[in-house]
């Protein structure tokens, strides 16, 4: 058994930290929310009153947070400075690589091992258990980084050191950002055309438009009953998330010299559906703007 501080219970760490408790783990778990430190406690974990009481005596620190600044604040005032010394620290929030890389130098400096670890997978594999994992560490770290997570992963691939993590996931997130918009796109060419788009999901799901987005995640309610699309875009990957990741996408991609105009369209698509008041719904929920709809 490890002790494990659990910091951001919210879509994607509330089944996470539930996974590591049912190993047998003992979690201590935080949130700024008391309804998901709540939630965390239904599903075995014990609730820590602050992320500093969690991480006294863990042996593992799991942050799972909305953005770089979260995870710089949290690591800067309440991990680093209470952390018991030698604990493995992971971030598996989606960062920038350039707070991902000083989070981690911080951390090095301090004498802990860090890791960049963020996931793919949706919610729906942060229940399950079946998260890919992306991981930005020492090579002599790898082992026991890969230990730690087991229980919430079903593949785990070390990218390189620290910050490639973040750099595998912008560039994963930038190909789901555009496949999502090209699948939301034919659902709403489909429906115009006449087609019934269950027959259509049918098709294209046997044929080379088969992609995640289509088959894992199906924007059109229906053919994929785990899809947040069946419970009117609830949970999930929230837009304004998608648009963090794009974001990061199109930032890196400036300063790297690389062309990504397709990631350029899904970062101004998804930031359209943002303001017409998408932000809150799932990503898939941009369906919505292809049908000339509204966000509901
Ligand atoms: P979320 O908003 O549901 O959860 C974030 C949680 O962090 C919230 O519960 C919030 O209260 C908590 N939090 C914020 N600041 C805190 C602090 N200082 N101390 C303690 N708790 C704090 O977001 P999510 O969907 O779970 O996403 C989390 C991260 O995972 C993001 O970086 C996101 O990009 C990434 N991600 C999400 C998905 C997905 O499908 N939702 C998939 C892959 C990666």
Known sequence: MTRIAFIGLGNMGGGMAANQA????????????????????????VAAGSATAAVKDADVVITMLPAGQHV????????????KAGALLVDCSTIDV???RAVAKDASA???????????GGTAGAEAGTLAFMVGCDEADFAAVEAAIGPMARTVIRAGDHGAGQAAKICNNMVLGASMIAVCEAFALAEKLGLD??????????????????????PWPGPVPAAPSNRNYEGGFATAMMLKDLKLAQEAAAKAGAATPLGAQAEGLYALFDRLGG???DFSAILELFRGHAPA
């Open 22 to 45: 049912r190993a047998g783990h003992e979690v201590l778990a935080f949130d700024l929310s008391a309804a998901a430190v709540q939630k965390a406690v239904a599903a075995g974990c």
């Open 279 to 281: 932000g809150g719904k």
């Open 72 to 83: 710089r604040a949290v690591y800067a005032a309440e991990i680093l400075p209470h952390a």
């Open 197 to 218: 788009p269950e027959r259509f999901f049918e098709i294209a799901s046997k044929s080379s438009g088969q992609c995640w987005s289509l088959t894992s995640y199906c």
């Open 110 to 120: 301090e004498g802990f091992r860090f890791a960049d670890a963020p996931v793919s």
């Open 98 to 100: 350039e707070s991902a």
